[in-house]
Each structure stands twice: as structure tokens, then as C-alpha cells.
Nanobody, 122 residues
Framework: VQLQASGGGLVQPGGSLRLSCAAS????????KGWFRQAPGREREFVAA????????YYADSVKGRFTISRDNAKNTVYLQMNNLKPEDTAVYYC????????????????WGQGTLVTVSS
């Protein structure tokens, strides 16, 4: 599975962005999908994840109620809708996938996209 993240950019506090992660491979729909982020000088951290069926989603406490993970199986794409963005959301965002169970740790995901930069600043 190859992943390509896009949609990052500069946005003002309180604004919104939607990140996309396009995947190659016809079995991507059967994979767990996740989003992580890494701010300068910090470790990569969990943001959101979705089970392969789409029936379960998980969010970091810091983004709960503001971010939403979703998918479009026909387009082999997973999205991260980010609303009410804050300066502390500034980071490189990575999409990830794995063929096993859903997880919140980086080592639980075998496949990673290249990252897209989100900057929240006035």
C-alpha cells in the first residue's frame, strides 16, 4: 500500500482544513486508517483512526469534537476534516494504514504517507 497525503496549508486560528490521503492498492478498504502529526521538536503523536469497516473511530483528546476522520472507498481515500483549528495544531500530518487491528501507536502502522504541513497562525 502506498499513501499520498495532501491538503495542508496555512490557516488562521478558528479556520478549517480538510486533509486527504489517497492510497494505491485495491485492498486498502480492508485496512485500518490513521492520522498522526509531528510538531517541531516533538514526537509523532496519534490524532485519529478508523477501523477497516469504518464502524469505529478514535480520536486524541486534544482534537475530539473538532476533527473528523472519514473515508471514500470508491476513491481509495481517507480524509481528516479539521475545524476550529488552533496554533497548537501546527504540525506535519501523516496518514498511515495497517492490515491488523486499530491502534494509537506509530509502531502499530506499517504503511505511511509522506506528510503534509499544517500551519495555524494569524
Amino acid at each position: 500500500v502506498q499513501l499520498q497525503a495532501s491538503g495542508g496549508g496555512l490557516v488562521q486560528p478558528g479556520g478549517s482544513l480538510r486533509l486527504s490521503c489517497a492510497a494505491s492498492g485495491r485492498i486498502y478498504s480492508r485496512y485500518v486508517k490513521g492520522w498522526f502529526r509531528q510538531a517541531p521538536g516533538r514526537e509523532r503523536e496519534f490524532v485519529a483512526a478508523m477501523s477497516w469497516s469504518g464502524g469505529s473511530t478514535y480520536y486524541a483528546d486534544s482534537v475530539k469534537g473538532r476533527f473528523t476522520i472519514s473515508r471514500d472507498n470508491a476513491k481509495n481515500t481517507v480524509y481528516l476534516q479539521m475545524n476550529n483549528l488552533k496554533p497548537e495544531d501546527t504540525a506535519v500530518y501523516y496518514c498511515a494504514a495497517d492490515s491488523t487491528r486499530i491502534g494509537v501507536k506509530t509502531y502499530e502502522y506499517a504503511y505511511w504517507g509522506q506528510g503534509t504541513l499544517v500551519t495555524v497562525s494569524s
